[in-house]
């Protein structure tokens, strides 16, 4: 079983991430990036085990660049863990792994 | 009873997905662990041209092909790293972050990562323009300058990747030649995109919130220059992946695991294959091959310990 991540970009990324009274998990992902592609069926499993304690976007980097490039991410796969419109913790690169990611997890919720 | 395994695979490169398929046409269980991405560092490149029977095309999609293969005759895979591993004895014991796994045989397959630079800035800008992979964050840099480091075969078309995003791509190499093969060459000296600074090396890596500049120092007469970039890919060489092996096999001096001609290592039942071996052309056929023969290795050495 698995779910769908919540689609943010440009438009929306204010009012559904910073904006969100949960806790949110942004993964930035592009249609290139292999790392990426190989990770979103695990992370879309672990948006099932947080449902209705983290709320799981993800965005689509190669298309909303200049956004991306606001956040300091410039490097995929990178996660980003917002608590109250603030980011608290950010995984980025060769840092990302199934692991660290539910790690990291574990320590925001 | 469903940890146990006939044969066990770290690492899901095309050294791994090779054996897997071996592994499982000749019917033994076998499971691939693999921490991340299943294809290795080739599926991180976007045109390969020299596996033969596949023309052109990502990496991504030939080791795609590679996994399908080794699924269809049942290779197991699990998302795992591999933390710690017990190879001595009948009973090889591989510890990961999902559990144990054992068997009597192992294919050692974990290949290599990138080496880095090791200069002031590297660490500040990981993720804001520090890269080691091309087709992941190439598309951040468009018309920016970027710089590629490095003169073997991974710089060299990386760089010409880039340019199909950024204004400008330096590519600094320390030697006044490059070590990529001819024909790749060829393609950078013509492009007109790509602007080559010989004998020199990265000093520091500066910014403020994004990367802005590099500081390169010319190895000959020892002068200082600023280039003004965005993104730096770093193509400098490879480390083997064999650290937590804590020495239980046979290491070259650096690092590289040794094996004979049918891919033993110097314990029984412990196999290694593609980049992590010893070995003269570091290649997607080459880790292939390997991988065939340590499972057809692996394989002679199941049926002789029944
Ligand atoms: C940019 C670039 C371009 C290249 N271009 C070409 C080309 O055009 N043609 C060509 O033939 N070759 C090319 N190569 C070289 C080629 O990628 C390698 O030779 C090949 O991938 C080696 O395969 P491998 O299976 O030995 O190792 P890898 O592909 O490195 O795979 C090893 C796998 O093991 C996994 N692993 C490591 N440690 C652990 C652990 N502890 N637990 C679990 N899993 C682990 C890794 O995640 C990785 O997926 C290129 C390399 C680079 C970097």
């Known amino acids: 079983m698995s779910t ?8 929306n990324y204010q009012e559904e991430v910073v904006g969100s009274k949960l ?31 983290v709320k799981f976007c993800k965005l689509n980097a190669t298309e909303n660049r200049r956004l991306c490039i606001d956040l300091k991410v410039m490097a995929l796969p990178t996660f980003l863990f917002y608590k109250s419109g603030e980011v608290v913790d950010k995984l980025t690169a060769d840092e990302v792994t199934k692991e660290s990611v539910c790690d990291r997890l574990k320590s925001f919720v | 009873m469903e940890n146990n395994y006939d044969l066990i ?25 693999e921490k991340m991405l299943a294809g290795g560092q080739i599926a991180t490149t976007d045109h390969v041209e020299n596996y033969p029977g596949f023309m052109t095309g990502s990496g991504q999609k ?15 895979f699990i998302m795992a790293e591999v933390t710690d591993v017990h190879l001595a004895g009948n009973e090889k014991i591989i510890s990961t972050s999902q559990g144990q796994y054992k068997a009597p045989a192992v294919i050692l397959a974990m290949g290599t990562s990138s080496r880095k630079l090791n200069v002031p800035g590297e660490e500040q800008f990981l ?40 204004e400008k791509v330096f590519l600094v190499h320390r030697r006044d030649a490059l070590r990529a093969t001819k024909v790749v060459q060829e393609r950078a000296f013509a492009h007109e995109k790509i602007k080559f600074v010989w004998d020199s090396v990265v000093d520091e890596i500066q910014g403020e919130n994004l990367l802005e500049r590099v ?25 083997p992946n064999t650290g937590f092996l804590s020495g239980q ?15 033993e290592t110097s314990l029984p039942g412990v196999f290694a294959a593609g980049d992590c071996r010893q070995k003269l052309l570091r290649q997607v056929v080459t880790a292939a091959g390997d991988g065939a023969t340590a499972a057809f290795a692996a394989e002679k050495y199941l049926e002789e310990l029944r």
């Open chain 2, 215 to 239: 500081v390169v120092k010319n190895v000959k007469n020892g002068r200082v220059k600023e280039i003004a970039v965005n993104g730096v890919f770093v193509y400098i060489g490879f480390l």
């Open chain 2, 249 to 263: 096999v046979q290491l070259s001096e650096n690092g590289y695991i040794i094996a004979n001609e049918r891919m």
């Open chain 2, 127 to 166: 993720g804001r323009g520090v890269s080691f992979c091309a087709t992941c964050d190439g598309a951040f840099f468009e018309d920016l300058p970027v710089m590629v480091v490095g003169g073997g075969d991974a710089a060299v078309e990386e760089a010409i990747y880039l340019t199909r995003f950024a």
């Open chain 2, 9 to 33: 695979i770290i690492g899901g490169g095309p050294a791994g997905l090779t054996a897997g398929l071996y592994g499982s046409r000749a019917k033994l269980r076998t499971l691939l662990i």
């Open chain 1, 4 to 11: 769908k991540l919540f689609e943010v970009n440009k438009e």
């Open chain 1, 23 to 53: 806790p949110v998990l942004v993964d930035f992902w592009g249609p290139r990036c292999a790392p990426c592609l190989a990770l979103m069926p695990e992370v879309e499993k672990l948006a099932l085990e947080y449902a209705g304690k």
């Open chain 2, 62 to 76: 030939l080791t795609e092909i590679m996994e399908n293969q080794a699924k269809k005759f049942g290779t197991g």
